[in-house]
């Protein structure tokens, strides 16, 4: 009788030790031409959980811990790219994220920048662009990423274009 009951506050410890469970899959982009990313690491914040996309972009991560789940922030890294930090809070009705935004500052190599070419008295001397990625969407369950290429130059070129177009004059 000694042993039943031994075994069944076991078996009551082990089931309340264990009640979170993430599982988390998707895929990650590049968000310049749209082609899967092959070996992006993706991490579960607050543990030692890792996984890596496959050749076609594709990460399943899954995750079984203790009785308190850690908040489901995922860390999104790729050497070339602007990393990802995106928290994601789903429920059956709905899925709440979000995404980590920063800046970072462009060198403009101690030169203004002169939108109007007419007009000297209107210039920029500097400029921030966003040091994350943040273009996502979630697809069912799925998790789907897209990561920028980390190229501060290529941001300024995309800045100036997107003036251009604002119908700005530039020299």
Same mark, same amino acid.
Do not use: H
């Given at each position: 009788?000694?042993?039943?009951?031994?075994?069944?506050?076991?078996?009551?410890?082990?089931?309340?030790?264990?009640?979170?469970?993430?599982?988390?899959?998707?895929?990650?982009? @590049?968000?310049?031409?749209?082609?899967?990313?092959?070996?992006?690491?993706?991490?579960?914040?607050?543990?030692?959980?890792?996984?890596?996309?496959?050749?076609?972009?594709?990460?399943?991560?899954?995750?079984?811990?203790?009785?308190?789940?850690?908040?489901?922030?995922?860390?999104?890294?790729?050497?070339?790219?602007? @990393?990802?930090?995106?928290?994601?809070?789903?429920?059956?009705?709905?899925?709440?994220?979000?995404?980590?935004?920063?800046?970072?500052?462009?060198?403009?190599?101690?030169?203004?920048?002169?939108?109007?070419?007419?007009?000297?008295?209107?210039?920029?001397?500097?400029?921030?662009?966003?040091?994350? @990625?943040?273009?996502?969407?979630?697809?069912?369950?799925?998790?789907?990423?897209?990561?920028?290429?980390?190229?501060?130059?290529?941001?300024?070129?995309?800045?100036?274009?997107?003036?251009?177009?604002?119908?700005?004059?530039?020299?």
């Amino acid at each position: 009788m000694k042993v039943y009951q031994w075994f069944g506050v076991f078996l009551m410890l082990f089931t309340i030790g264990c009640d979170c469970s993430i599982n988390q899959r998707g895929r990650v982009f @590049s968000n310049e031409d749209e082609e899967p990313i092959a070996n992006v690491q993706i991490k579960l914040a607050g543990t030692d959980k890792v996984v890596r996309t496959d050749s076609l972009g594709y990460f399943d991560l899954q995750y079984v811990g203790g009785a308190r789940c850690p908040a489901q922030v995922y860390i999104v890294t790729k050497p070339g790219y602007k @990393s990802f930090q995106i928290e994601l809070d789903q429920s059956p009705e709905r899925t709440l994220a979000t995404v980590k935004q920063d800046s970072r500052p462009y060198n403009l190599k101690g030169k203004n920048f002169y939108p109007d070419s007419m007009n000297k008295s209107t210039y920029i001397a500097s400029i921030d662009f966003e040091k994350y @990625s943040k273009d996502f969407a979630v697809r069912g369950d799925s998790l789907i990423l897209y990561l920028d290429l980390d190229d501060p130059d290529l941001d300024f070129q995309k800045y100036v274009k997107g003036l251009k177009s604002a119908r700005w004059i530039l020299e």
